[in-house]
């Protein structure tokens, strides 16, 4: 009897050293989530340095952001054309938009940035109605089927760049199309963001996208 006592107790000890050292890893991760979110968000971008191509490529998400600054690669002679990936609305706003004549809101956005840095139509192409990141990839290389092109500045987030060259290799694989990624330095725009646990959240998230994209999707689609 006294050796089962001996033996619970035993595990007891072992049991609450465990939770002790769990809780100090989770208390420590806590404290220094800023830290090693800093330290991922660095791993996530992608920096080859602006390059002179062909076209300048533009993730359209976040297009706010992301095609101000692709306006004005453009406008430094870094491509020849700018090419931007338009999202797809819901089926109500595609009908709104129908009936009464509109553009989309993305469309109208992007056209407004572009007046606004003077680039006119003949310059710029919108590829629309995109899902995702892999999708604007595909959409990318539908345009390259219709009009090749030798190589693509690709702008985008930092904190999104990996995932989007992961992409734009996949769909352009065996193609000997070189892309240069010159993103946009989320930290520099958003400010104080980048101090928020919402921040921390943003970049926890893409990596996880990173990690579904890598190992979700087969090699090559």
């Not at 979110?37 to 791993?43: D, Q």
């Not at 076209?55 to 095609?67: D, L, Q, S, Y």
């Not at 963001?193 to 579904?212: K, Q, T």
Request: with cysteine.
């Amino acid at each position: 009897m006294a050796d089962c006592c001996w033996t619970i107790r035993i595990h007891r000890k072992k049991a609450l050293i465990a939770a002790g050292v769990f809780l100090a890893l989770v208390c420590l991760l806590f404290f220094t989530r800023h830290l090693l979110v800093g330290w991922l968000a660095g791993w996530l971008t992608v920096q080859d340095g602006a390059q002179a191509c062909d076209i300048v490529f533009v993730h359209g998400g976040k297009a706010e952001r992301r095609v101000p600054y692709g306006a004005e690669l453009f406008k430094k002679g870094y491509g020849k054309k700018i090419v931007i990936t338009i999202g797809r609305d819901d089926q109500w706003v595609t009908d709104f938009s129908r009936e009464y004549g509109i553009d989309k809101f993305d469309v109208m956005v992007v056209k407004a940035i572009l007046k606004n840095r003077d680039i006119p139509p003949s310059s710029s192409v919108l590829l629309m109605d995109s899902l995702s990141t892999r999708d604007d990839a595909r959409k990318l290389r539908e345009y390259y089927d219709r009009t090749p092109f030798r190589d693509a500045l690709v702008v985008t987030d930092s904190i999104h760049s990996r995932r989007s060259m992961l992409c734009l290799h996949r769909a352009f694989k065996g193609t000997g199309v070189k892309f240069y990624s010159h993103p946009l330095v989320l930290e520099e725009q958003l400010g104080k963001f980048s101090d928020s646990d919402d921040y921390v959240n943003y970049v926890i998230e893409e990596e996880l996208r990173l990690l579904f994209y890598t190992f979700g999707f087969k090699k090559g689609r």
